[in-house]
């Protein structure tokens, strides 16, 4: 009965081991799963600034454009509210 406890020891050991070494290894695929998950939204990240940083850059140029167009549809509009001036009296 003795040696039955202590193959029975050995069987519980040798399983706990394994079970700690399938543990381990799943520990280690989910910590090289996460790094390669914070390396892609890295690159995300940035794409993402580089899209936005565009985005700005086109919407303050088309703002440039705008405010350069009314500009000059005001002066256009000016020039022809002015009465012209002949130079003389008829």
């Known amino acids: 009965m003795i040696r039955d406890f202590t ?7 040798s399983r706990a ?3 700690a070494k ?3 290894q799943m520990i280690q695929k989910l910590a090289a799963e996460l790094r390669k998950e914070r390396e892609e ?8 600034r ?5 985005y700005k850059e086109v919407k303050l140029k088309a703002l440039q454009r705008q405010k350069e ?7 256009k509009k000016q ?5 012209k001036s002949n130079g003389g009296t008829r």
């Open 7 to 13: 193959h029975r020891s050995d069987y519980m050991a």
């Open 17 to 19: 081991m394994a079970e």
């Open 22 to 24: 399938k543990k381990d």
């Open 41 to 48: 939204s890295k690159k995300k990240d940035a794409a993402l």
């Open 50 to 54: 580089k899209y936005e940083n565009f």
């Open 69 to 75: 167009q009314d500009k000059l549809l005001r002066l």
């Open 79 to 83: 020039s022809k509210t002015k009465p």
